[in-house]
Nanobody
Framework: DVQLQASGGGLVQADGSLRLSCVAS????????IAWFRQAPGKEREGVSC????????YYRNSAKCRFTFSRDDAKNTVYLQMNSLKPGDTAVYYC?????????????????WGQGTLVTVSS
């Protein structure tokens, strides 16, 4: 069975840090771009960051640049999202997702597999 298991969320104060992880199984991890999306209460799901499958090139939404770092360890079928300088506006459920497009995509509907989400709450 295909699984994407996200973890690492929690409650943190503003300017704090968290590291999210997403462990994949059931598919050829190396062949997939992986992305993090998030969904805040009452808002649409939005892309946060993506890492390509081939050269591990990373892409970030503007609000995440210089604060978040996305990395992947293909030997462990795992991706990591290091989030620093967190703001209350980062509060959301964070989802990892896998895409056969080696560059990934900003479009939710293009993703093949989704994890269950992990809640990040940033207090002011």
């Amino acid at each position: 069975d295909v699984q994407l298991q996200a973890s690492g969320g929690g409650l943190v104060q503003a300017d704090g840090s968290l590291r999210l992880s997403c462990v994949a199984s059931g598919f050829t991890f190396d062949d997939y771009a992986i992305a993090w999306f998030r969904q805040a209460p009452g808002k649409e799901r939005e892309g946060v960051s993506c890492i390509a499958s081939s050269d591990h090139k990373t892409y970030y939404r503007n609000s995440a640049k210089c604060r978040f770092t996305f990395s992947r360890d293909d030997a462990k079928n795992t991706v990591y999202l290091q989030m620093n300088s967190l703001k209350p506006g980062d509060t959301a459920v964070y989802y990892c997702a896998a895409n056969t497009n080696p560059r990934g995509s900003p479009y939710l509907e293009s993703y093949d597999f989704w994890g269950q989400g992990t809640l990040v709450t940033v207090s002011s």
